[in-house]
């Protein structure tokens, strides 16, 4: 093993945000011998940030299980978490286009539901002794150039030697590092997930499913013990907020999921009706970030979807918030706050930015599917050519038929290696 640098000059640290990018952070700092503190806006601890709360599950790609296990924490996901053994691509016809194996030297991709998710990260947190300041809401902060100081909802101030925003899409920390930085832009459709108790389907045994509504976009998996999930993105013209679309009530909702999927020969109109309305979780506006130019200012930096926020559909949100966490630890360990805020952005900036265009921009089957976050379903004529074009594009490239992930999925971050 390499010889330890001395400590860093970060000795105290103020995580801003208790979802998954600030309690990895907290607990990477904390192995790297640094001090921190969360402060989470609300009380719970499965918080109600973007896409939190009853209903919803998610997918934990194997590069962010790898950056949990630099923490020693990857049993969070491991115990809770049911793994994926591959992507299957349908059309709403029921046709099957394609079936993507994950890379077999890899741990699998594993489907978490989402309050199991922050109960074990919020367990581990608090088995590792690190303070988590919840219904603590940043209203502001100072950076004296020797520390920061943050100003709290209930009138309250802390300090440390750093602070990291951890806050978010709609991030208060980005706007206090740059008051130019771009807002979240509409992306023209309604985010549901849910998770039925009980359906009546068969189990798809491992497989996730991706479906080209007629309409609207559905992803689903059902499990060996009967109950299920899924995912769908609804177009919807107006912008409406999360709570908007919330007051209109999960009823409502379901009925006019039904009738949106009424005519796909998908199990998207069983799962539907099986869903009771109290499992359904109405996560509101999709939204798209345009590039963060600026992540870190003086003694301020950011991490997660504040940093960097992906769609919904690229199943990497999280995986990508942790190693950030974590990269951000190491830096701050080995180098000064200024040179480790920079040190991070350079190991990370290439990294998200690739993930970033594959998710939005480049036509493979995988992004094609995250790309279904656009407002417009496909024509009757862009529908047949992608059912036809799909099954050819993904068996290009090996015997075995087309890979789920591979780049994406294969990056491990070494904990011991010194930075700088
Ligand atoms: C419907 C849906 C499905 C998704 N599916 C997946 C998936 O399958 N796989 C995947 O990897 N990713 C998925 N994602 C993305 C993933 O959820 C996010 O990328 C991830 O949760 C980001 O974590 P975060 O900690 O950066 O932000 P958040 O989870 O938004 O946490 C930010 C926290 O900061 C708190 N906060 C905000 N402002 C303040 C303030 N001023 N002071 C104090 N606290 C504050 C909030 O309350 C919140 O708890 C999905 C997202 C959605 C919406």
Redesign the pocket.
């Known amino acids: 093993m390499t010889a330890r640098t001395p400590a860093s000059s970060t000795r105290t640290a103020l995580v ?7 309690l990895v952070a907290a607990m990477a700092l904390h192995k790297a011998g640094i001090e921190a503190s969360v ?4 009380d719970d601890a499965v ?6 709360g009853r209903g ?1 599950g ?4 194997p590069n ?1 299980q790898q950056a949990l296990e630099a923490i020693d924490a990857a049993q969070t996901v491991r115990a809770i978490g049911t793994p994926v053994t591959a992507l299957g691509l349908r059309s709403w016809t029921g046709r099957h286009l394609a079936q993507l194996s994950p890379p077999e030297e890899l741990p699998a991709t594993r489907f978490v539901w989402r309050t199991e998710l922050y109960e074990a990260i919020a367990r581990e947190t608090a088995n590792r002794e690190i303070p988590v300041h919840r219904g ?3 209203l502001d902060a100072t950076d004296t150039g020797a520390g920061v100081t943050a100003r709290l909802s209930d009138g309250s101030l802390a300090r440390a030697d750093i602070l990291i925003g ?7 920390v980005r706007k206090l590092i740059d008051p130019t930085t771009p807002k979240p832009h509409y992306a023209g459709t309604l ?1 549901f ?1 849910a998770r039925v108790p009980s359906t009546e389907l068969p189990s798809t045994s491992g497989v996730l499913y991706m479906c080209y509504g007629k309409r609207a976009y559905f992803a689903y998996q059902i499990f060996d013990d009967g109950s299920a999930a899924w ?1 769908a993105n609804l177009p919807h013209r107006e912008p409406m907020t999360s709570a908007e679309a919330q007051a209109v009530g999960a009823g409502e909702w379901l009925k006019r999921l039904g009738e949106a999927f009424a005519s796909d020969r998908t199990p998207a109109p069983d799962l539907v009706r099986d869903t009771p309305a109290e499992d359904l979780l109405i ?1 509101g506006p999709t939204e798209t970030m345009p590039p963060i130019q600026t992540w870190s200012r003086g003694r301020m930096t950011l ?4 940093a960097h ?2 769609p ?1 559909t690229s ?5 990508l ?1 942790s190693e950030s966490a974590v990269e951000l630890a190491r830096c701050l360990r080995d180098l000064p706050p200024g040179k480790a805020f920079k040190a991070y952005e350079s190991l990370r900036r290439p990294r998200v930015d690739r993930i970033l265009k594959h998710t939005t921009a480049t036509p493979t089957a995988t992004s094609a599917a995250a790309r279904t976050a656009t407002p417009k379903p496909a024509g009757p004529v862009s529908r047949a050519l992608r059912d036809a074009l799909l099954p050819v594009a993904t068996k290009v490239g090996g015997a075995g038929g087309a890979v789920w992930g591979t780049w994406q999925f294969d990056h491990r971050i070494d904990w011991e290696e010194r930075v700088g």
């Open positions: 801003i945000g208790g979802g998954i990018a600030g402060y989470e806006a609300y918080p109600r940030g973007r896409g939190s919803g998610m997918t934990i790609a962010g603590k809401r940043l951890a806050d978010g899409l709609r991030s208060t985010t997930t995912f996560t991490i997660g979807d504040a926020a992906t919904p199943g990497q949100g999280a995986s918030a």
